[in-house]
């Protein structure tokens, strides 16, 4: 078997596997091949050579590598046939406990009295009393050159631990892949030139660096050139398919701006604009006289005014005899749009339909007729908008509001609305993502930001208050109502759970009607669980100022627009996400009076909800709270990244790695600036390797 075939033999036949370990290590970690346990990376090492002594552990959540004896060990029987183990460990300062909850009879197996073990744990204090709970364990030897290396921590499983492919055990394998594999069997897939620049090691050698480095510059090293890698390759497909699309796909050419557009703006315009939409819609403007089709994000912040630039827009689009659509996740959403759209253009001539699926019967008819007639200048409304039977005389722009609700399939299908030319594409966002993450995501629109306020607008003062401070924020409420002002009190949970020790929705409720009593006071509830009817007529209270109080679940995180209500209390705020709390935020501060958002939480709070609360506190710019956010959650957890596909990356962190980032961003630019289709003699390997990792039988442009 030559080195090559034998990286791509089934894992079971590589020396120290067999069929049982083989079976786990397929199911636990998807390693079909050795090829895949040489790319499957060590999330973090222990440097062996600095030990530190018993007497040194001191605070809990400490991480210590300890060097000592077992000088005893203990079974512990417990309820329902639960056992824990124990076993004392002393160096030549102390002593510390060890325990295992799980995976009891394995450790029980190994572990021997009188023997010196290294230990790697999270020190746990209670009752005063220190110990570590699951340490990595490993057997200390004499040989002086094992100790001196980084060791390498693999992601792993119980059963792997129980099979003897623990962390160990993985740097055996490996090893015995290295003893096999040559150079020539893991192809470069780097240019000489890129390499040289950037002072990388050859592919071979970054893996023997990332698996067994010597010190901590060689792991750098080999971090850092995977790690670009990871971005330069995704790069090159996201720039690459964005200007391929702009070669194949012809848009609708708007030339004219027009008597809409021009009337609009002298009469309608509710203020002036922010330099930030007048920049946008510069850009906007110069794709649509471009004659391709416009692929364009619009990021905002929550109140940032990207419904008067997405109107402005379809006015271009009017101006130069083409119809325009608005798709919104929701009917509360689409609604509002419908409304706030139909009384700005009013006098105009403009003619402002609006479809869901509770549209039915004769209207619905009528709509789709006048629809394809051309007698419907703006369609607003949801999901119903991509149906087969939803026929556009001349489709030339299409506005998606809060995109990531919508899966690609469906924005997709608007595209197909026009025979003629490919309708132009906006997609909002009122999700600010941080510029690393956007470039990921968004890596193949071209992204437009509003990162101002109306000029007028007051910024939200936030406060965060304990349980203990009920009686002066009750008093708050009093005094704000009696200006004549709405206030939104958020909860998390719609009813009791055994899970949550928090108050749910109802008995929030009846807490409120204690100091809010009927009939001086009204107050609306609306949740998720709600029929639609009935969760209109309580939000219409609102809006029509017959309830002084909303108590809501977070179903008005997307879709209430109410100036009167300057105030928003959220219950148990350490349970939300930042990013979700900042939306929550965005509901009020739509009016002229300064408006409040109280953040209400219970005494203990951990340090990742001491720190959101701490940025809601700090700042109301959405790209700084959804910085932090990225840091504390990871990218592929942030709201409406979970279909992008940026947990892909294996070592490379979007918060942390930003140089590694811009380089990659730049080198892809660079690359195809000169070598478009990378049909150079020195791009072969970037040519070949984006045809081997995407799979496409000639034209890398259909990557992705």
């Known amino acids: 078997m030559t080195s090559s075939s034998f990286l791509d033999a089934d894992i079971e036949f590589l020396k120290g596997v067999g069929p049982r370990r083989g079976e786990v290590l397929r199911q636990d970690l998807g390693v079909k091949t050795p090829r895949d346990l040489l790319y499957l990376y060590p999330f973090r090492y222990i440097d062996k050579t600095n030990f530190q002594s018993t007497r040194d552990v001191r605070a809990d959540g400490d991480v210590v590598l300890l060097k000592g004896k077992i000088i005893s060990i203990e079974k512990i029987k417990g309820k329902a046939y639960k056992s824990r183990l124990t076993a004392l460990l002393k160096d030549g300062e102390g002593f510390i406990e060890l325990v295992w909850f799980q995976g009891v009879k394995f450790i029980e197996s190994m572990l021997q009295e009188g023997k010196e073990y290294i230990v790697y744990g999270r020190v746990n204090v209670y009752g005063g009393k220190k110990s570590l709970a699951h340490p990595e364990l490993e057997e200390f030897t004499t040989d002086v050159e094992f100790h001196k290396a980084l060791d390498p921590v693999y992601p792993s499983s119980e059963k792997l631990d129980g099979l003897g492919l623990d962390s160990k055990g993985r740097r055996r394998l490996l090893k015995a892949i290295f003893e096999k594999v040559t150079p020539e069997d893991v192809p470069e897939n780097l240019p000489d030139y890129l390499r040289d620049q950037l002072k990388f090691p050859n592919r071979y050698q970054t893996l023997q660096w990332i698996h067994f480095p010597k010190d901590e510059h060689q792991k750098t090293i080999a971090q850092n050139r995977l790690k670009f890698e990871e971005f330069f390759f995704l790069q090159l497909q996201l720039i690459h398919k964005r200007a391929g699309r702009k070669q194949l796909l012809k848009g609708a050419k708007f030339e004219t701006i027009g008597e809409k557009f021009n009337r609009f703006y002298k009469e309608k315009l509710p203020f002036e604009l922010t330099q930030a939409q007048k920049r946008v819609l510069k850009e906007i403007r110069a794709d649509l ?185 009750i008093a708050f409420m009093h005094a704000e109502i009696a200006k004549g002002r709405q206030i939104y009190v958020v909860f998390p949970l719609i009813e009791e759970s055994e899970n949550f020790d928090l108050k749910d929705l109802m008995a929030g409720y009846e807490m409120l009607l204690q100091y809010f009593p009927q009939p001086d006071y009204q107050i609306s509830v609306v949740h998720g669980r709600m029929k639609p009817a009935d969760k209109d007529f309580e939000m219409k209270r609102f809006v029509e100022k017959k309830a002084q109080l909303m108590v809501a679940t977070t179903v008005i995180e997307v879709g209430v627009n109410v100036p009167n209500a300057s105030v928003m209390v959220i219950e148990n705020a350490e349970r939300f996400g930042l990013s979700q709390l900042h939306q929550l935020r965005g509901r009020v501060g739509r009016g002229a009076d300064q408006s409040y958002c109280i953040l209400m939480s219970g005494n203990k709070l951990s340090a990742d909800a001491r720190k959101r609360i701490g940025t809601m506190v700090k700042t109301t710019n959405g790209f700084e709270i959804a910085a932090v956010d990225m840091e504390l959650r990871g990218p592929g957890e942030m709201d409406g990244t979970r279909q992008s596909g940026v947990n892909q990356f294996k070592l490379l962190n979007l918060s942390k790695d930003i140089p590694v980032i811009d380089a990659a961003r730049k080198w892809a630019e660079l690359v195809l600036e000169e070598d478009p289709e990378l049909s150079l003699p020195k791009n072969v390997r970037l040519y070949n390797y984006l045809r081997f990792i995407s799979r496409t039988d000639g034209d890398w442009r259909r990557i992705s």
């Open 289 to 473: 006289g471009a004659g391709f089709q416009m692929n364009r994000l619009l990021q905002g912040d929550v109140g940032s005014g990207k419904t008067i630039v997405a109107l402005m827009t379809m006015l271009m689009a009017i101006d130069n005899g083409y119809q325009a659509s608005l798709m919104a996740p929701t009917e509360i959403l689409a609604t509002q749009h419908f409304e706030s759209i139909s009384a700005m253009v009013e006098g105009l001539g403009i003619r402002v339909a609006y479809l869901s699926g509770s549209v039915k019967g004769k209207k619905r008819k009528d709509t789709l007729a006048l629809l394809a007639d051309g007698h419907i200048d703006i369609l607003i409304g949801t999901h119903a908008l991509i149906e087969e039977k939803v026929v556009f005389h001349r489709m030339g722009l299409s506005i998606i509001d809060e995109q990531h609700r919508f899966g690609v399939a469906q924005r997709a299908s608007l595209w197909r609305k026009s025979d003629q030319v490919a309708p132009h594409i906006l997609v909002m966002t009122a999700t600010p993502i941080p510029r690393t993450l956007a470039l990921t995501m968004y890596g193949d629109l071209d992204v437009s930001i509003i990162d101002e306020l109306p000029v007028g607008r007051k910024e939200i003062k936030t406060i965060h208050k304990y349980e203990t401070a009920r009686p002066q924020v």
